[in-house]
C-alpha cells in the first residue's frame, strides 16, 4: 500500500510538471524603437517569430497609452510605427502627440483573442 505523503508528492509532482511554461524556440519578439526631439515623438514596434493573423500594438510611456488598428502580419512579422509628424502620419503611422514619449516605451503585441504575446521596454533616445 502506497503511503498517503508519497501519493500526494507523485500528484504534487505531475501537476508542477504539466503547468510549467514550455520553453518555445520560436516564441514570439519584438523590438521597440522610439526617439524623442522637442517638437516630435517617434516609436516603432516591430515584430517577428509571430503566427500568422492580425496584431494589435499598444505603446505605453508615463502615463501615456495609445494602440494602432489591427495588421496583419507578412510572414511572421508585422511592423507598427507611431509619430507625432503629419507626414508620416499622413504615410500610415498611428498619430502620437509630440510629448508623448516620457523616457521610456513599452510596446506590447496583442494578437486577436487579446493576449500580449510579446512586449519589450525601451529607453528612448532623445535629440
Do not use: H, W
Not at 503511503?3 to 510549467?20: D, E, H, M, W, Y
Not at 517577428?48 to 505605453?60: D, R
Not at 494602440?67 to 498611428?94: L, R
Amino acid at each position: 500500500m502506497i503511503k498517503t505523503s508519497t501519493a500526494l508528492a507523485a500528484v504534487l509532482a505531475v501537476f508542477v510538471i504539466t503547468t510549467l511554461p514550455v520553453s518555445d524556440a520560436n516564441a514570439a519578439d519584438v523590438r521597440v524603437t522610439c526617439e524623442k526631439r522637442s517638437d516630435r515623438s517617434k516609436v516603432s514596434v516591430d515584430g517577428n517569430n509571430l503566427a500568422a493573423g492580425n496584431y494589435i500594438a499598444k505603446i505605453i510611456s508615463g502615463s501615456n497609452t495609445k494602440k494602432s488598428v489591427p495588421k496583419a502580419t507578412t510572414g511572421d512579422e508585422v511592423e507598427f510605427d507611431f509619430d507625432s509628424d503629419p507626414g508620416d502620419v499622413a504615410a500610415g503611422a498611428t498619430r502620437i502627440g509630440r510629448g508623448f514619449i516620457q523616457g521610456q516605451v513599452t510596446g506590447q503585441l496583442i494578437n486577436e483573442q487579446g493576449f500580449t504575446v510579446a512586449q519589450a521596454t525601451r529607453t528612448c533616445r532623445m535629440r
